[in-house]
C-alpha cells in the first residue's frame, strides 16, 4: 500500500515538473506566434495561457507525443483561428450597428511605414499560418505541417502563395507612398 500511494504521488509530481520546464521552454514562443497570427499584442499572451492550460489539462497525452512543442503550437493556431473568427463577427455587427451613421471614406489612409504585420492580417489564417511558421520562427515544412495539422505539400503551397500576396502588397504600397510623395 505504501508503495502504490508513493507511486501515485511521485507520477504527479513528475508531470508536474515536466509540465514546469516544458512551460518555461516554451510559453515566449506560444505568446509570439499567437502575436503573429492575430496582430494582437495584448491578446497573445492570454491565447499562448489559454493554450498551455488546455496542454497541462492533456498533459498525459501530449508528455507522450512525438513532437510536443509541434502539438502546442497546434492549440495556439487552432485558437489564433478562433479568435479571428470571434473578432471578424464582433466587427460586422459593430460595423452593420454603425452603418447607417458613418460617413463614407473614398480614400483610406496610407500609413508613411509599411507594416508587415498589417500586410500578415489580410492573408487568410492558412497562408498567414504558414508563412509565420516556416519565415518567423524558421519551422520546416514537415515542423510547420505537424503544427498545423495539413501536409506538407499544402504547407508548400500556402506559404508560396501567402509570400506572392505579400510580396504584391508591399509592393503596391511602396509604390503608392513613392507616388504621394513626388506629386
Known amino acids: 500500500m505504501n508503495g502504490f500511494v508513493d507511486g501515485a504521488v511521485a507520477a504527479p509530481v513528475d508531470a508536474a515538473t515536466e509540465f514546469r520546464a516544458f512551460f518555461e521552454a516554451h510559453y515566449a514562443e506560444l505568446a509570439r506566434l499567437a502575436r503573429l497570427l492575430t496582430g494582437d499584442t495584448e491578446g497573445a ?8 492550460v488546455a496542454l497541462w489539462h492533456r498533459w498525459d497525452r501530449v508528455r507522450t507525443a512525438d513532437h510536443p512543442a509541434a502539438y502546442a503550437r497546434g492549440v495556439v493556431a487552432n485558437l489564433a483561428r478562433s479568435h479571428i473568427r470571434s473578432a471578424i463577427r464582433e466587427r460586422r455587427r459593430i460595423a452593420l450597428f454603425w452603418a447607417q451613421c458613418s460617413e463614407h471614406a473614398d480614400a483610406p489612409d496610407v500609413p508613411a511605414v509599411v507594416d508587415v504585420q498589417q500586410a500578415l492580417r ?62
Do not use: N, W, Y
Open 45 to 52: 499572451d492570454d491565447l499562448a495561457a489559454d493554450a498551455l
Open 122 to 183: 489580410t492573408l487568410p489564417f492558412r497562408k498567414r499560418a504558414c508563412v509565420v511558421l516556416r519565415h518567423a520562427f524558421d519551422l520546416s515544412e514537415r515542423e510547420t505541417a505537424l503544427a498545423l495539422g495539413i501536409s506538407v505539400g499544402t504547407v508548400k503551397s500556402q506559404t508560396s502563395k501567402g509570400m506572392a500576396q505579400l510580396e504584391r502588397l508591399l509592393g503596391a504600397r511602396a509604390a503608392g507612398e513613392l507616388v504621394g510623395r513626388r506629386t
